[in-house]
């Protein structure tokens, strides 16, 4: 951020966000649309691209310089991000879970863990991390702070048995859990207090005897972006695995989680800016009335508005994620504001506007085969509607202004009706 308040790339910023530009138009978008219709969700993890990402130095960005890495900021971060999630917010996802473990592997582990995790971090190219956190019975519990009841957020237990931690429970939902190299688990280690005062965090690899693996949840969308059970079966791990102090798991966690709900609104803004890309693309080309429908008034305001929405989110956004490291005063109030605002924005088929845009989009990607086959369809439909038995009669003045009296011309002249 410049002296007068305003936000302003430097040569670095930029330099990763043309990187990461080319890399999502040229590598990411091709492969995604055909990784996205593999039947197994399991296999359609992007390995090589997150390799590709490595190579181009942006799996370890994160990490601070002194450790090898490139030390991205916050707004670095958010940058980079929406310009993968351009070209599928599923891979996103899965480099960005990355920036943050890898990150507390750097800042948050003492230097025996230090020497023992980061090196394979960060010498792996595709080297995958994940944060074991959601449970089948405890998603929003952990946000919302039940203080006054044990039986609220984490149940996963952790139990230290002379000099090994004895791990019991089951994850769920569990972003890169079926191909993380290493889980930074969440578990419960006293279970007398609310869970706010005992959690701890563990460093857990992925080829430790008890852990096993669960379902893979075959989702929908953000197939690039796995997500699994874990399940902990008298899972043991050395003492030396906690990750800071015992109990202490929550200050852990808010730091690492600290900026990610800027994350959310760049990936909606890179939803958002990709449809509105491809949208203005078909407006050029396609040709209506002897003119490309960009030129028409109604398109160009439409796609003027959206423009004006997108370029709205991504200032916020990229203002949360600058206070992020430098305002943490009102840095949660602005990460919460972006996320919110961002996700309506990408989330084109809920506002009146960008239903607009998406009916454009969806023009642009549909071959002119089914192009045909949908209009043959909506023409069908629209016959089948039943009509009304009767006309339908239009309101007249008597109607819209009863008890005044209405003068009309007839053929013995004029009177009043």
């Known amino acids: 951020m410049g002296a007068d308040g305003e936000l302003r790339l430097d040569d670095r910023q930029q330099d990763l966000r ?13 492969s995604a649309r055909s990784l996205d219709r593999v039947p197994d969700p399991a296999a359609a993890f992007p390995r090589e691209l997150v390799r590709r990402a490595s190579d181009l130095g942006l799996r370890t960005m994160a990490v601070p310089v002194e450790h090898g890495g490139a030390g991205a900021d916050m707004l670095s971060q958010v940058i980079v991000l929406e310009e993968l999630c351009a070209g599928d917010v599923g891979f996103g996802s899965t480099l960005a879970h990355g920036w943050r473990e890898g990150a507390a592997l750097a800042r948050f582990t003492d230097d025996g ?42 149940l996963t237990r952790a139990e230290l048995l ?3 931690w004895l791990i019991n429970g089951r994850k769920r939902f569990i972003t890169n859990g079926n191909v993380a190299d290493i889980v930074l688990l969440v578990a419960r280690t006293d279970a007398t207090v609310p869970w706010t005062q005992g959690i701890s965090l563990f460093l857990v690899p992925s080829r430790t005897p008890g852990f096993r ?31 800071g102090d ?37 407006a050029r080309t396609r040709v209506q009335g002897g003119r490309p429908i960009i030129e028409h008034g ?3 305001t439409v796609l003027a508005e959206l423009g004006m929405e997108i370029e709205a989110a991504r200032t916020i956004v990229w203002r949360a994620a600058w206070a992020v490291d430098h305002d943490p005063a009102h840095a949660a109030q602005l990460e919460t504001i972006a996320k919110v605002y961002g996700g309506e924005v990408g989330r084109t088929h809920r506002r009146p506007r960008t239903r607009d845009l998406l009916q454009l989009r969806r023009h642009a ?46 053929r013995g002249g004029r009177g009043t009706v």
């Open 213 to 243: 693996l669960g379902r893979v949840e075959d989702k929908l969308g953000l197939r690039l972006n796995q997500s699994a059970e874990l399940v902990f079966d008298d899972c043991r791990i050395p003492r030396e695995n906690l990750l």
């Open 246 to 282: 015992e109990n202490d798991g929550l200050a852990l966690l808010n730091a690492m989680l600290a900026g990610s709900k800027a994350k959310k609104g760049a990936k909606c803004v890179g939803i958002a800016q990709a449809a509105y890309d491809e949208a203005v693309a078909f």
């Open 162 to 164: 002379g000099t090994t």
């Open 18 to 30: 043309n990187r990461a530009r080319a890399f999502a138009r040229d590598e990411v978008r091709p």
């Open 365 to 410: 990607r549909e071959p002119r085969r089914e192009a045909r086959a949908r209009r043959r369809h909506d023409a069908a439909r629209r016959r089948r509607q039943p009509r009304a038995a009767h006309p339908v009669r239009r309101p007249s003045r008597r109607d819209r202004c009863p008890g005044r009296g209405v003068t009309r011309r007839s």
């Open 113 to 154: 863990q230090r020497a023992r995790f980061l090196p394979g971090f960060m010498a792996g190219d595709a080297y995958v991390t994940s944060l074991a956190l959601t449970e089948p019975h405890a998603g929003t519990d952990n946000a919302v702070r039940y203080d006054d009841s044990l039986d609220a957020g984490t």
């Open 298 to 300: 109604a398109v160009a």
